[in-house]
């Protein structure tokens, strides 16, 4: 029987932790992350989860911790936000090709300088190389089925890869909302027991992980990697499929709203795309035909999947909460690709919103379809709300 | 030399342990501790410093010479022998 409660994107995200009930968690506080494991940490203090929960002394620790409890084989599971996900960097990629599952809540912060403890994909958007698989939760429903079924996605034997399930800071991590939850005897079985591949725990047949590969070998074993990250789409596919099952909840790799008849179309991320479909559905009421496309998996990236929903459009805006300084925002670098590799042009202009927090409103949502709908089409970055 | 392709290596970097084992360190040598028996004492000062685990002892833990696979001619055993029971040749006298 499901069980319905108003809760928050850090307490679903902690919620889904206690069902999983990983062997290992090594975390370090960071706000707006912090909830997760102190929320955690009363699970462990009042018996309620197996795991062992390592406190340490940075996020650096935590990882590297992390992932010594994965090789070993464990099912290990961490949050963090921002800087912590920066000084975590130097450990993700060897994570990824030590094919660690770790299923690692990020809770999107912007990164420092300056300080600032509010929502922009900054953190992620710098670790999107790194080997991971990127996730990005529009509200706190989806952090929760996301984390449950990232734990099979990154177990699967033909992945293997460590998942980021990001949210956005204090938008979704702390507002509330309603959310359903399974019964912890669903999720237990839908995770089943972790089988591990090469644990350093069986010493009767031991291994070593991570030794010297030079210029022999090393392009060899990213190989590996690039091909396990092939594999994600198919794999997200069933699991994905098997959530809907038992739960009625759908989670396609993109998610298209209102696009079939749309000519034009604004691509966004996470929890914005609240205020873009409310936008479409007001212009839409005013006649004019516009969609939204919520990209939900951005490593691997869908560029098949984009192509075919915008092929066809009059013009597409791509609404990034990062910059690449220097070059195109991420986001919208990925989607021009796409359209590109599937042989049409199609208008796209680029706009980069919400960093620091910054609020997204309505009337900039509109703002970058009424620039489409009166044929203002530039490769220029543009920006939502901010000063000039 | 055979190298492998990407499809035919194991995955996660993983490679059998103790390898290491199998590695001739001793061909690094540029100087060979030489060990002269008559004038050992069997104090087991080379043995406890011996970075590379190359004094090879018994059960009676006396000395019995030197694990030429391994020892990598650092020196630190015929400099710490309070006998002077270890001298450093260069290796090409052993060719």
Not at chain 1, 31 to 45: C, H, L
Not at chain 1, 109 to 123: E, K, L, Q, T, V
Request: aromatic share 10%; hydrophobic share 40%; net charge negative.
């Amino acid at each position: 029987m499901a069980r319905r409660d108003i809760t928050s994107g850090n307490w679903a995200a902690a919620e889904a932790m206690r069902q999983i009930n990983p062997d290992v968690v090594a975390a370090y506080p960071i706000t707006p992350s912090t909830d997760i494991p102190m929320k955690f940490s009363q699970f462990v203090a009042d018996g309620l989860v197996d795991t062992n929960l390592v406190t340490v002394e940075s996020e650096h620790s935590a990882i590297s911790a992390c992932l010594a409890a994965s090789i070993s084989g464990a099912r290990v599971m961490t949050a963090s936000s921002a800087n912590g996900v920066a000084l975590m960097h130097e450990i993700f990629p060897i994570v990824a090709a030590y094919r660690a599952p770790i299923v690692f809540a990020l809770v999107n912060r912007c990164i420092g300088a300056p300080i600032n403890i509010h929502c922009d994909h900054s953190d992620s958007m710098a670790e999107r190389d790194m080997g991971w698989i990127h996730l990005y939760c529009e509200d706190a429903q989806e952090v929760y089925d996301s984390l449950i079924m990232s734990v099979r996605i990154a177990e699967h034997k033909d992945v293997l890869l460590p998942v980021f399930v990001c949210q956005d800071g204090f938008i979704t991590s702390h507002c509330f909302e309603p959310i359903e939850f399974l019964e912890d005897e669903e999720v237990k079985n839908f995770i089943g027991e972790r089988d591990p591949m090469f644990p350093l725990l069986d010493v009767d047949n031991p291994v070593a992980y991570g030794s010297l590969a030079l210029t022999d070998y090393y392009f060899e074993i990213k190989r590996q990697q690039i091909e396990a990250m092939k594999n994600v789409r198919k794999v997200y596919e069933e699991i994905s499929e098997e959530f809907y099952k038992l739960t009625g909840r759908k989670y396609p790799i993109v998610e298209a709203y209102k696009t079939e008849d749309a000519e034009y179309v604004a691509v966004i991320m996470s929890s914005a795309t609240g205020a873009v479909k409310e936008a479409v559905d007001k212009l839409r009421a005013e006649g004019h035909k516009v969609g939204c496309l919520r990209v939900r998996m951005f490593r691997p990236f869908p560029w098949k999947d984009i192509a075919e929903i915008l092929t066809g459009k009059k013009g597409i805006a791509v609404l990034d909460r990062a910059a690449s300084i220097g070059a195109g925002a991420p986001l919208f670098t990925e989607v021009k690709g796409a359209l590109y590799d599937s042989g049409t042009i199609v208008p796209t202009n680029s706009y980069v919103y919400g960093l620091g927090g910054r609020d997204f409103f309505l009337h900039d949502a509109e703002k970058a379809f009424t620039d489409l709908i009166n044929g203002d089409f530039s490769p220029e970055e543009r920006y939502l709300g901010l000063r000039e | 030399m055979n190298l492998k392709g990407w499809k035919d290596l194991p995955p996660a970097t993983v490679v059998p342990a103790s390898t290491a084992e199998q590695v001739e360190t001793g061909q690094w040598r540029s100087m060979r501790p030489v060990w002269d028996e008559s004038k050992c004492i069997h104090c087991l000062q080379c043995w406890v410093q011996c970075p590379d685990n190359s004094i090879k002892t018994n059960e009676e833990g006396k000395v019995t010479g030197i694990d030429y696979f391994y020892c990598k001619g650092c020196g630190i055993c015929a400099k710490v022998c309070p006998k002077d029971a270890i001298e450093m040749r260069p290796e090409a006298d052993f060719i």
